[in-house]
């Protein structure tokens, strides 16, 4: 399989422990991208990275929240002292971004849905 | 920051007959991608529009691109059961990075 995959798929945890997810990407994809998604709404965009380097980051993502992709391959996202509110599917897509033209299509994986207790 | 919105938020149809879905954003786009999400799946790339006014065709579904690049719509001809799920744009604002923003999406319902 060569699409996007992600890790868990399900995660239930009590507030306040700390949860990890890693998503590989597409091999062949520099741009790397999470999402969160909650019942009945839009993916809501929390950070992406151009190969290793992290351009850009929600304001709405607390300091809870950090993202790492050391290698340019794949990426890991971690929650510290997770709340209720963070329950929610985590959406991982990647995409290939030539210098000049627009952004392409992204690709999802099946996302990673967590429950928070 | 930038919001994308669509409406209608839900619509329900009988199998055979059109939809139409509306995308609308207070700033101009760089472009605009649709995505379908089916129940309990992830999002599906259908198309990107990027020329002021665009009008592309995908066999039962056409995609436009407003002429200030401030609106979208997507239109269904002819529904199919299998066209359930919930159909979202997704734009770059011309001002920001390549952040992809979502809208809010209209979930569509299709009965025989």
């Known amino acids: 399989d060569t699409g996007v995959s992600q890790d868990p798929r399900h995660k239930i945890t009590k507030r306040g422990q700390n949860v990890t997810f890693r998503c590989d990407p597409i091999?062949?994809?520099?741009?790397l991208y999470w999402y969160r998604q909650t019942l009945g709404q839009g993916p809501e965009f929390l950070t992406y990275?151009?190969?290793?380097?992290?351009?850009?980051k929600s304001r709405l993502l607390s300091d809870r929240f950090s993202a790492e992709r050391p290698k340019g391959s794949f990426s890991t996202l971690e929650i510290q002292r997770t709340e209720q509110g963070d329950s929610a599917m985590y959406l991982c897509a990647s995409s290939f971004k030539i210098q000049g033209k627009n952004t392409g299509e992204l690709f999802f994986g099946e996302g990673s849905r967590l429950t928070v207790l | 920051g930038q919001q994308v919105m669509q409406i209608p938020q839900y619509q329900h149809v009988q199998e055979g007959e059109d939809f139409t879905t509306y995308c609308n954003s207070s700033t101009t786009l760089s472009n605009i991608q649709w995505y379908k999400q089916r129940p309990g799946g992830h999002p599906v790339f259908l198309i990107q529009l990027v020329k002021s006014g665009e009008v592309k065709k995908q066999k039962r579904l056409t995609f436009q691109f407003g002429e200030a690049k401030k609106n979208s719509s997507l239109h269904i001809t002819a529904t199919q059961t299998t066209d359930v799920g919930t159909y979202f744009c997704a734009a770059i604002n011309t001002g920001t990075a390549s952040k992809l923003t979502f809208g809010t999406g209209t979930r569509l319902q299709v009965t025989l």
């Open positions: 091999s062949e994809h520099n741009r």
């Open positions: 990275f151009q190969n290793e380097a992290q351009l850009e």
